[in-house]
């Protein structure tokens, strides 16, 4: 497996550019960042006016042109990594390249002092003013990321590889970044083998089914041209008194074209009971998502209308 798409993932203060940028340059792989995305979309004809002015409505609602600029910018972002090897910094890329077998995911953490120091030190600011910069930064990134690809982040499943900023200098976290990535190389970490006949969810990525009625669903989906993810994010339905994660749910499927997860269930009453629980506390905690269950009987109706059984 040869990685040709490096993506990176900070947190705000950990010194993100200074290492995408250096690692580009050690691997010879091009930076795509903000500024050149930007000048590859001017060629479609977005001046810089409308570009900033898209950029600063991203914690807005959605709205068809907003839409339309980030399945521009995706294709962008798709087109380059089949022309050379590339280092994309930020852009949701774990998730644009999530199961891409020539990917490799980075992200950067850091603790909030240290985090606090480094952005005072670069925009030289007060420590209210750095913390308050952070925070915004913070949720304008969450946002972000939940909006277009219905998913979280923090996600540590995500990463090929976390780096925590705290312990090392930008041309040590390189090191470390190269090192781990020909060990990636050189030990042909599971990769995926990737056909025409690979389903492929909305950014392209290549899902892990649990459940073949799951891939023939995607199957279904892909059919009439209706985007999808698989599996996309984990709901907290409960915690204990300490904060520890004791309930959660995970639909399915997300339809974003729709703003509708999937929930299908081919299994025996009890569980099929335990999943409706499930669905009504969701529904508590999080009015505003749309969620419908798809029950064994009405699933088989689908596939039998279809001719898929």
């Not at 930008?170 to 389903?199: C, D, F, Q, W, Y």
Request: charged share 30%; proline share 3%.
């Amino acid at each position: 497996m040869d990685i040709k798409i490096i993506t990176v993932s900070r947190e705000f203060g950990c010194n993100g550019t200074e290492v995408a940028e250096k690692l580009a340059k050690k691997l010879n792989f091009l930076l795509v960042n903000k500024s050149y995305i930007n000048e590859a979309m001017n060629r479609y004809g977005l001046s810089e006016e409308q570009l900033e002015s898209l950029e600063e409505s991203s914690l807005q609602p959605f709205n068809e042109t907003r839409k339309r600029y980030i399945e521009l910018m995706n294709k962008v972002i798709l087109d380059l990594a089949k022309e050379k090897p590339i280092v994309l910094l930020g852009r949701g890329g774990q998730f644009l390249f999530r199961g891409h077998p020539s990917a490799f995911h980075i992200k950067l953490i850091g603790s909030i002092e240290n985090r606090i120091s480094a952005v005072m030190f670069q925009y030289k600011l007060d420590k209210v003013s750095a913390l308050k910069l952070i925070s915004e930064q913070d949720r304008r990134r969450d946002l972000y990321i939940n909006k277009i690809f219905g998913g979280d982040w923090h996600d540590p499943s995500l990463y090929s590889l976390v780096v925590n900023m705290d312990y090392f200098n930008v041309p040590n976290a390189v090191k470390m970044i190269v090192h781990s990535i020909k060990l990636a190389e050189r030990n042909n970490l599971e990769g995926i083998t990737v056909t025409s006949e690979t389903l492929r969810d909305a950014t392209g990525s290549v899902p892990h089914f649990a459940h073949s009625s799951e891939e023939e669903f995607a199957k279904l989906l892909d059919f009439y041209r209706i985007k999808w993810l698989y599996e996309p994010k984990t709901f907290i339905l409960e915690c204990d008194s300490e904060g520890n994660i004791t309930s959660a749910f995970t639909p399915d499927f997300y339809l974003p074209d729709f703003d509708l997860y999937i929930e299908l269930t081919t299994q025996r009453q009890r569980l099929v009971n335990y999943k409706n629980r499930k669905i009504k506390r969701l529904k508590e905690l999080y009015p505003d998502i749309n969620i419908k269950m798809i029950y064994g009987k009405d699933y088989k109706n689908i596939l039998r209308k279809f001719g898929l059984i």
